[in-house]
């Protein structure tokens, strides 16, 4: 497991543990999950489809938790808002990784997503970008969170990876987790030959 030590900025956080909502409870047990789910994402590599599966239905799991339980905070400066680091590279790497170990199982059909509404039937999506899409978000937030030089910037990149939680990435994840669920659980002998 990863050490959410790691993430921390520079400055102590013995002083500001008590006093810091940046520091909270529910903030670090989120960056917790948000470290281990980008960690197991960016090492896929020899992971076989079954267990690749039960890992991440495990971490989208306790991922949509902790992400509810993230506190309220508004962007107190736009001009101060978290920058991006993952490249379109790492994207690519981390997709392309999840594309082969699903094989014929990437693909699923979605209808909560914005497109359907223009459209009368289910829209084919699939789960290796839908969890680089979640990837992307998550370490970005974490990148940002462990750069900030002060305690507003951490804010801000908490308020910014909430409010993506609600209008994207969170409904992304359960969308995911039902393709996912269904290829861990349902797949018969002969799909898995496949």
């Known amino acids: 497991m990863s050490n959410s030590k790691n993430i921390v900025p520079s400055h102590s956080i013995m ?3 008590t006093t810091s909502p940046a520091y909270s409870h529910n903030v670090i047990e989120f960056i917790t999950v948000a470290i281990e789910f980008c960690a197991f994402l960016e090492q896929t590599e020899d992971k076989n489809r079954e267990t690749f ?9 306790l991922l949509y938790l902790k992400a509810c339980l993230l506190p309220q905070y508004q962007i107190l400066d736009n001009s101060n808002l978290p920058e991006d680091f993952v490249t379109e590279d790492n994207y690519n790497i981390v997709r392309a990784n999840i594309s082969i170990i699903m094989g014929g199982h990437d693909d699923y059909l979605d209808v909560f997503i914005e497109d359907m509404k223009y459209s009368d039937t289910p829209i084919l999506t699939t789960i290796s970008e839908n969890l680089a899409d979640i990837y992307q ?8 969170y462990k750069h900030a030089i002060d305690e507003e ?5 908490i308020a910014e990876v909430k409010e993506e939680f609600e209008y994207s990435w969170g409904q992304k994840l359960v969308n995911v987790q039902r393709a996912i669920h269904e290829v861990r659980y349902n797949a018969t002998e002969e799909e898995e030959d496949m």
Do not use: P
Not at 54 to 61: E, M, N, V, Y
Not at 153 to 157: E, G, P, R, S, Y
């Open 153 to 157: 910037l951490m804010l801000n990149a």
């Open 15 to 17: 002083n500001n543990k």
């Open 137 to 144: 978000e998550l370490k970005n937030f974490v990148m940002a």
């Open 53 to 61: 599966t039960d890992t991440i239905l495990k971490l989208i799991s």
